[in-house]
């Protein structure tokens, strides 16, 4: 096992009651707390806040300023993107028909999920494996995510569904045709095709 508390050359932060296993990657300006778990093998980024009580692989790779809160397990075939939030409590699931008495899980039935760039999962939510969260996706507190959602979209209930568009900034857009402005940064959509919208502008506006 790796120290379980930071040394002086050290440029990240792991709490004394947590454990950092070998062969484990973590960036600058990171900070881990309490009752924490970072398996074999796993990489975590840059300035990434990983709340108490959170186990984190073997083999999964989080990007940097990834933000997950208490009580989360990111198990193994989990990857998230840089900006991902992971609200308190929320589930990934990494096997599709689990069972206790059947000694090796099936390989197909290990599916991977991705969470893209940007995306949010609130408090209590679950995401059955095998699934790609879209980048700047919100998927709403106690949702059940049974299969892909498209970027920028809100989502809601058991099984979720879509309710709507979030914007980057989080705020949910009101669409005017094939249009909207978010009302708090200004950022312009458009929607492209069947279910799936884009940004106009290349470079944000700033107010």
């Known amino acids: 096992m790796a120290d379980a508390c930071p040394t002086s050359t050290q440029d990240y932060v792991v709490h004394e009651s947590s454990y950092v296993d070998d062969h ?51 198990y193994e075939g989990v990857t998230l993107e840089d900006d991902v939030f992971c609200g308190p409590s929320m589930v990934f699931t990494n096997v599709l028909t689990p069972r206790s008495a059947v000694p090796r899980n099936r390989p197909e ?36 995510v049974t299969g892909d959602v498209p970027a920028h979209a809100v989502m809601c209930g058991n099984p979720a569904r879509q309710r709507g568009w979030a914007c980057e900034c989080g705020l949910v857009l009101a669409f005017e045709g094939e249009t909207a402005t978010c009302a708090e940064c200004a950022r312009t959509y458009r929607t492209i095709g069947k279910n799936q919208i884009e940004a106009v502008e290349k470079e944000w506006p700033t107010r």
């Not at 074999?40 to 959170?54: A, D, E, K, L, T």
């Not at 095998?130 to 709403?140: D, E, L, W």
């Open 109 to 144: 039935d290990c599916r991977p999920t991705l969470v893209r760039r940007g995306a949010s999962i609130g408090a209590n939510a679950t995401i059955v494996c095998g699934h790609t969260i879209g980048p700047h996706a919100m998927i709403g507190a106690g949702a059940v």
């Open 24 to 74: 484990v990657e973590i960036g600058a300006d990171t900070t881990i707390w309490h009752f924490c778990h970072v398996m074999s093998h796993s990489r975590i980024g840059r300035r990434c806040r990983i709340g108490q009580n959170v186990v984190i692989g073997p083999r999964v790779t989080i990007g940097d300023n990834v933000k997950i809160q208490n009580n989360v397990s990111v």
